[in-house]
């Protein structure tokens, strides 16, 4: 369980989100700009909020009034940027593998094995990043944040730079891995259909604050249509 | 050509290939740091320290040389220290030509660094701390690697400012053929003597062969290491 509380103001954006997600998969909808990325970046640790509380399970990640800030790379937050970010100078393998090497995990074991598998990655270990896909980049992007053995899943729109047919190739893949690995995930959208094939609940974003708040199903119809 | 050299202009060559060798590798530590730091670093006497690393570039050779000799002479305070407890002498010796080199080439060096290491993508330093690694890790792992056609460029660069440096070298360590006499400091002399026409020009054919070699080597694996990213 994902807990949240925080006020945190940048450029013309004024943030302020409280809420428990309970998941397993949480979508965080709404338009571009209001906040959405922003706050997966306070969640990850890659910015900190001026005030609140940020807790994951039993772990206190941020609080501001006791100065507690877990720096990111010990939150065990695995992120799938919108932008994929996968290291240009290594091999598909290395960039699988980065993650779970730093953690020291086996790197050749079942875990290994199955995300190979729910990805379709095998065909591109030796490959680099410039001769990739799209599609393929953001499904090796996933294999990498899910064998560091994350404990949250982060995705920021994973699908927003991809064609209509690519997204449903992308999307089945994310199903797979909902189903088949218990990772929790918050995953940022602006799509209705991705929201409708993926979560459970839903928090809609309006310029920073939680507009809404609830179970996907009674929350989906009260949606604003999306770009996509 | 080669074999046409006198013992003392193939002294000249190998003295300044070794001196220009150790002044690259020796600085290229220090230039990594230096490049780091002004790249990345906010902290006070930032632009003092960017300032200090550029003075070579804009001091005349022959005042950096003078500078060199008052602090690294064998009454200098720093040349004094470094005798008694290191044994290292500077003046009229080779590592003080290497010495001279090194610092000239230094801006050179922690310049094409230094923007080699801000060309690197900040958010891909961001993913690496997702994924566990820390700053040293992350540095290592990822932004040394994107950064090497700089480093590379950089080293490449101070190696052929070594290879042609003159007034810093000649100030502070002379002229001394076998000792501190190197390819420019050669030249100058055979081109001060009368019938050292041929001579002269036989090194400056030298020098210019050794650039030329030292442009294409870095040209190649430069060229290697992009085709590694694309």
Same mark, same amino acid.
């Given at each position: 369980?994902?807990?949240?509380?925080?006020?945190?103001?940048?450029? #013309?954006?004024?943030? #302020?989100?409280?809420?428990?997600?309970?998941?397993?998969?949480?979508?965080?909808?709404?338009?571009?700009?209001?906040?959405?990325?922003?706050?997966?970046?306070?969640?990850?640790?890659?910015?900190?909020?001026?005030?609140?509380?940020?807790?994951?399970?039993?772990?206190?990640?941020?609080?501001?009034?006791?100065?507690?800030?877990?720096?990111?790379?010990?939150?065990?937050?695995?992120?799938?940027?919108?932008?994929?970010?996968?290291?240009?100078?290594?091999?598909?393998?290395?960039?699988?593998?980065?993650?779970?090497?730093?953690?020291?995990?086996?790197?050749?074991?079942?875990?290994?094995?199955?995300?190979?598998?729910?990805?379709? $990655?095998?065909?591109?270990?030796?490959?680099?990043?410039?001769?990739?896909?799209?599609?393929?980049?953001?499904?090796?992007?996933?294999?990498?944040?899910?064998?560091?053995?994350?404990?949250? $899943?982060?995705?920021?729109?994973?699908?927003?730079?991809?064609?209509?047919?690519?997204?449903? +190739?992308?999307?089945?893949?994310?199903?797979?891995?909902?189903?088949?690995?218990?990772?929790?995930?918050?995953?940022?959208?602006?799509?209705?259909?991705?929201?409708?094939?993926?979560?459970?609940?839903?928090?809609?974003?309006?310029?920073?604050?939680?507009?809404?708040?609830?179970? #996907?199903?009674?929350?989906?119809?009260?949606?604003?249509?999306? +770009?996509? | 050509?080669?074999?046409?050299?006198?013992?003392?202009?193939?002294?000249?060559?190998?003295?300044?290939?070794?001196?220009?060798?150790?002044?690259?590798?020796?600085?290229?530590?220090? /230039? %990594?740091?230096?490049?780091?730091?002004?790249?990345? *670093?906010?902290?006070?006497?930032?632009?003092?320290?960017?300032?200090?690393?550029?003075?070579?570039?804009?001091?005349?050779? !022959?005042?950096?040389?003078?500078?060199?000799?008052?602090?690294? /002479? &064998?009454?200098?305070?720093?040349?004094?220290?470094? =005798?008694?407890?290191?044994? @290292?002498?500077?003046?009229?010796?080779?590592?003080?030509?290497?010495?001279?080199?090194?610092?000239?080439?230094?801006?050179?060096?922690?310049?094409?660094?230094?923007?080699?290491? =801000?060309?690197?993508? &900040?958010?891909?330093?961001?993913?690496?701390?997702?994924?566990?690694?820390?700053?040293? @890790?992350?540095?290592?792992?990822?932004?040394?690697? %994107?950064?090497?056609?700089?480093?590379?460029? *950089?080293?490449? @660069?101070?190696?052929?400012?070594?290879?042609?440096?003159?007034?810093?070298?000649?100030?502070? !360590?002379?002229?001394?053929? *076998?000792?501190?006499?190197? %390819?420019?400091?050669?030249?100058?002399?055979?081109?001060?003597?009368?019938?050292?026409?041929?001579?002269?020009?036989?090194?400056?054919?030298?020098?210019?062969?050794?650039?030329? %070699?030292?442009?294409?080597?870095?040209?190649?694996?430069?060229? /290697?290491?992009?085709?590694?990213?694309?």
């Amino acid at each position: 369980m994902l807990e949240i509380d925080i006020r945190h103001r940048v450029g #013309a954006l004024n943030l #302020a989100v409280s809420l428990r997600a309970e998941g397993p998969v949480t979508a965080l909808f709404g338009r571009s700009g209001a906040g959405k990325t922003t706050l997966l970046n306070l969640i990850a640790g890659l910015a900190a909020p001026d005030s609140g509380r940020i807790a994951l399970d039993a772990t206190v990640l941020f609080d501001r009034r006791k100065g507690i800030d877990v720096p990111s790379r010990r939150r065990r937050i695995g992120y799938v940027f919108q932008d994929a970010r996968l290291f240009p100078h290594l091999t598909v393998k290395q960039n699988l593998l980065f993650g779970r090497w730093l953690a020291r995990l086996p790197l050749s074991d079942r875990a290994v094995e199955q995300v190979l598998v729910l990805l379709d $990655l095998a065909p591109l270990l030796a490959r680099r990043p410039a001769h990739l896909s799209g599609g393929e980049k953001q499904r090796v992007a996933l294999g990498r944040a899910l064998l560091a053995s994350p404990r949250l $899943l982060l995705m920021d729109e994973p699908l927003a730079s991809l064609d209509a047919e690519r997204k449903a +190739e992308i999307l089945a893949h994310l199903e797979a891995v909902r189903d088949e690995i218990g990772i929790p995930i918050l995953y940022v959208s602006h799509s209705r259909e991705e929201v409708r094939r993926l979560a459970h609940e839903v928090a809609l974003i309006e310029r920073g604050q939680l507009a809404a708040f609830g179970p #996907a199903a009674t929350l989906l119809p009260r949606l604003p249509e999306g +770009e996509a | 050509m080669f074999a046409a050299l006198t013992p003392e202009e193939w002294a000249a060559l190998e003295l300044s290939l070794k001196v220009a060798t150790v002044a690259t590798l020796a600085s290229l530590p220090a /230039g %990594l740091a230096v490049a780091c730091l002004l790249a990345r *670093g906010r902290f006070p006497g930032r632009s003092v320290l960017d300032a200090l690393v550029h003075l070579p570039l804009i001091l005349p050779p !022959v005042v950096t040389g003078y500078l060199l000799l008052l602090a690294f /002479g &064998r009454k200098g305070p720093v040349g004094a220290w470094l =005798e008694a407890h290191f044994g @290292l002498v500077f003046s009229f010796r080779w590592t003080g030509a290497a010495l001279a080199a090194a610092v000239m080439g230094f801006p050179l060096m922690v310049r094409a660094i230094r923007l080699s290491i =801000e060309a690197v993508d &900040r958010r891909l330093e961001q993913a690496a701390g997702t994924l566990g690694a820390g700053r040293i @890790l992350t540095f290592l792992l990822v932004t040394l690697p %994107l950064a090497l056609p700089g480093i590379l460029a *950089g080293s490449v @660069l101070a190696f052929a400012k070594a290879m042609g440096e003159f007034g810093a070298t000649i100030t502070f !360590v002379a002229n001394i053929p *076998g000792e501190t006499q190197t %390819l420019p400091t050669a030249i100058y002399t055979f081109t001060q003597v009368p019938g050292g026409d041929a001579a002269a020009m036989r090194l400056v054919l030298i020098s210019v062969a050794v650039s030329v %070699l030292a442009l294409v080597l870095s040209e190649w694996l430069a060229r /290697g290491l992009r085709r590694r990213m694309d």
